[in-house]
């Protein structure tokens, strides 16, 4: 009986895939051949210009390039290697000294900030609403739950799983997930969940999830 050949996984950015090495045609990986940005809240690939506010939504922008599946790294984590890699707790640390939210330029431009990222926003200041007037009349009504059948592939939309699964073969340890948030400061990434920082964004695709639970199509906040 033939052995089942063994699958690898890719290593490009943006793939992620599983692949055979008598299995690998050229075009079947599309990944990111330049590295992300990172600024003012705003998350873009720098190899194609796609970008997105939203970490999740980015993480499924397609790779704009094409070629064969490889176990290689990319050159930057090899170069990681070399570095001396700070502590990343003074790094991301910030002053607790008696800077507001509203003055703090972590805040301002997006980016989750230790020293404040549990305070909530203050409010704008806005007039009392007439005795007479209802508060449910503000309040809309949720959307409803979108229905699906039970066998239906769907992709998990938690954070750092990205699998496809089905609903009836869901339970509450079926996913691995970060439930974050994702903290991005200077050239630190990682995650607050789990309070793991490193400096390459490859480093931080491969930091394991921290969480177990149901799997979600539908995006966490």
Same mark, same amino acid.
């Not at 008598?22 to 998350?43: L, Q, T, V």
């Not at 873009?44 to 796609?50: A, H, N, Y």
């Not at 339970?171 to 990434?189: I, K, L, N, Q």
């Given at each position: 009986?033939?052995?089942?050949?063994?699958?690898?996984?890719?290593?490009?950015?943006?793939?992620?895939?599983?692949?055979?090495?008598?299995?690998?045609?050229?075009?079947?990986?599309?990944?990111?051949?330049?590295?992300?940005?990172?600024?003012?809240?705003?998350?873009?690939?720098?190899?194609?210009?796609?970008?997105?506010?939203?970490?999740?939504?980015?993480?499924?922008?397609?790779?704009?390039?094409?070629?064969?599946?490889?176990?290689?790294?990319?050159?930057?984590?090899?170069?990681?290697?070399?570095?001396?890699?700070?502590?990343p707790s003074p790094?991301?640390?910030?002053?607790?000294?008696?800077?507001?939210?509203?003055?703090? /330029?972590? %805040? @301002?431009?997006?980016?989750?900030? =230790?020293?404040?990222?549990?305070?909530?926003?203050?409010?704008?200041?806005? +007039?009392a609403a007439p /005795?007479? %007037? @209802?508060?449910?009349?503000?309040? =809309?009504?949720?959307?409803?739950?979108?229905?699906?059948?039970?066998?239906? +592939?769907?992709?998990?939309?938690?954070?750092?799983?990205?699998?496809?699964?089905?609903?009836?073969?869901?339970?509450?340890?079926?996913?691995?997930?970060? +439930?974050?948030?994702?903290?991005?400061?200077?050239?630190?990434?990682?995650?607050?969940?789990?309070?793991?920082?490193?400096?390459?964004?490859?480093?931080?695709?491969?930091?394991?999830?921290?969480?177990?639970?149901?799997?979600?199509?539908?995006?966490?906040?």
């Open positions: 009986m033939a052995e089942q050949a063994v699958k690898l996984r890719c290593q490009r950015i943006g793939c992620n895939a599983t692949f055979t090495e008598d299995d690998n045609p050229e075009g079947s990986c599309s990944f990111h051949d330049s590295g992300p940005i990172f600024h003012d809240g705003m998350k873009k690939w720098s190899c194609c210009k796609k970008r997105s506010h939203d970490f999740s939504l980015f993480l499924e922008i397609p790779g704009c390039k094409t070629g064969k599946h490889t176990t290689e790294k990319p050159v930057s984590i090899k170069l990681a290697a070399t570095k001396t890699i700070r502590t790094v991301v640390t910030l002053s607790t000294s008696a800077t507001s939210k509203e003055s703090c /330029a972590r %805040c @301002s431009q997006g980016f989750f900030c =230790s020293d404040h990222g549990s305070q909530p926003k203050a409010p704008n200041p806005t +007039p /005795a007479n %007037c @209802s508060a449910d009349v503000e309040e =809309s009504p949720p959307p409803p739950k979108k229905i699906v059948d039970i066998n239906q +592939p769907q992709t998990c939309k938690n954070k750092g799983c990205g699998k496809v699964f089905k609903q009836i073969d869901n339970h509450e340890t079926a996913c691995s997930y970060h +439930p974050g948030p994702a903290v991005f400061h200077d050239r630190v990434r990682g995650w607050k969940c789990c309070d793991i920082y490193v400096q390459e964004f490859d480093e931080f695709m491969t930091i394991p999830p921290c969480n177990n639970g149901w799997h979600n199509a539908d995006p966490m906040p």
